[in-house]
């Protein structure tokens, strides 16, 4: 059985170094992927439809994989991918100690091999073996980020304001302007891992000023 694990072959792009800012050209991948907001009072670690997002994810990301096994024709064994944030705000200036009026993209990256057919079985048999209301929101769609930045980020997420600055700074000596949404790749479980641990890819969409 061919096996495939995605986070050795994208290395460059999942586990960059926290000790520098670098430059990536992002390839088009495809995602399960599934939009929300923070509602009022709350963060993305009580937020009930971030919560519920994230099971519906997990859960068509795993039965996306043993399906990918169990084929008779060419089975593929893979690592799941982490999750995945882009975040912004509608109105206002985004600010990561605010969480109240952010936007979120969550999603989870699917090998090349997955197509839709096998997306919508694998929705159907979520639905009915653990029903979610987010699975009716969820979609799979190809996402081309293109030029971006990127670091690692070691740490507590309220402090990401230290390594966000960084890349600020980066941007501005280098001559690039930032657009987009703040993506936000997460390598640990914060319900387990010590936060002073936590490890966060922080990536951001970048042009040439000017351009």
């Known amino acids: 059985m061919e096996k495939l694990d995605l986070r050795k072959q994208f290395k460059q792009l999942y586990k960059p170094s926290a000790k520098k800012i670098v430059v990536v050209q992002v390839p088009e991948f495809q995602f399960a992927m599934i939009d929300g907001e923070i509602e009022a009072g709350q963060s993305p670690g009580t937020s009930p439809a971030f919560q519920q997002a994230m099971e519906a994810l997990y859960g068509i990301s795993y039965t996306l994989k043993f399906m990918s096994k169990q084929r008779k024709e060419n089975p593929i064994d893979y690592t799941v991918m982490g999750l995945e944030g882009l975040w912004w705000v509608e109105d206002g200036e985004f600010d990561i100690t605010n969480p109240e009026n952010w936007h ?3 999603m989870i990256m699917q090998p090349e091999h997955v197509t839709v ?3 919508q079985q694998a929705l159907e048999q979520l639905r009915k073996k ?3 209301p987010a699975l009716d929101k969820l979609r799979f769609e190809r996402f081309d980020e293109g030029l971006c930045i990127q670091t690692m980020h070691i740490g507590p997420y309220a402090e990401e304001m230290r390594s ?4 600020d700074a980066f941007a501005e000596e ?3 302007s930032m657009h987009g949404k703040h993506h936000e790749i997460y390598l640990g479980d914060p319900r387990r891992a ?3 641990k936590l490890k966060t890819v922080l990536r951001h969409p970048v042009q040439k000023a000017g351009e």
């Open 174 to 176: 280098h001559g690039y």
């Open 117 to 119: 057919e096998m997306y």
């Open 104 to 106: 979120w993209t969550a």
């Open 130 to 132: 653990k029903p979610n």
């Open 164 to 167: 966000i600055a960084r890349m």
């Open 194 to 196: 010590d936060p002073s």
